[in-house]
């Protein structure tokens, strides 16, 4: 059985490199005669995120990605629901209510700013007995045919 002769040291620490970031530190390491490396950041602090050049360069890159809106209801269609509307003698209310909906959607579809809906239109149909989609916009629906 060998036995390990080396010498064993216990209690010292290894002297790791150490960042310092006030000048009285560096100064209390240049009097003790530790050896003393200072490196400048370039970009000291300073955010990468905003510079002027970076927000340009992601801005470019959202407007090339961009999605096109979708399409808003023809205003032909906006008309066509108002003209039959007023001929069946109904408020944007009353006809709001027999479709089930809110009045602002139906002023939305007459106005042209609402985004095309077909069960929307689907009922606006049948109530106001009216083609609202399709070719012919406009064009009176004959009821069911009897045989």
Same mark, same amino acid.
């Given at each position: 059985m060998e036995i390990d002769t080396k010498p064993v040291v216990i209690g010292s620490k290894a002297r790791t490199a150490k960042v310092t970031r006030t000048? *009285?530190?560096?100064?209390? +390491?240049?009097?003790?005669?530790?050896?003393? +490396?200072?490196?400048?950041?370039?970009?000291g602090g300073s955010n990468k995120a905003h510079q002027g050049t970076d927000h340009q360069r992601i801005a470019k890159?959202?407007? @090339?990605? @961009?999605?096109?809106?979708?399409?808003? /209801? *023809?205003?032909?269609?906006?008309?066509? /629901?108002?003209?039959?509307r007023l001929a069946l003698e109904l408020s944007q209310k009353d006809l709001a209510a027999k479709i089930n909906e809110k009045p602002s959607v139906l002023q939305d579809y007459e106005s042209g700013k609402a985004i095309p809906n077909p069960q929307i239109l689907g009922k606006l149909e049948r109530i106001l007995k009216v083609k609202l989609r399709g070719a012919e916009i406009g064009k009176k629906l004959e009821g069911p045919k009897k045989t």
């Open positions: 000048t *009285s530190d560096l100064n209390g +390491a240049r009097r003790a005669g530790a050896v003393v +490396a200072t490196d400048k950041k370039v970009t890159l959202d407007r @090339e990605n @961009e999605v096109a809106p979708p399409p808003k /209801i *023809s205003p032909t269609v906006g008309r066509t /629901i108002q003209t039959s």
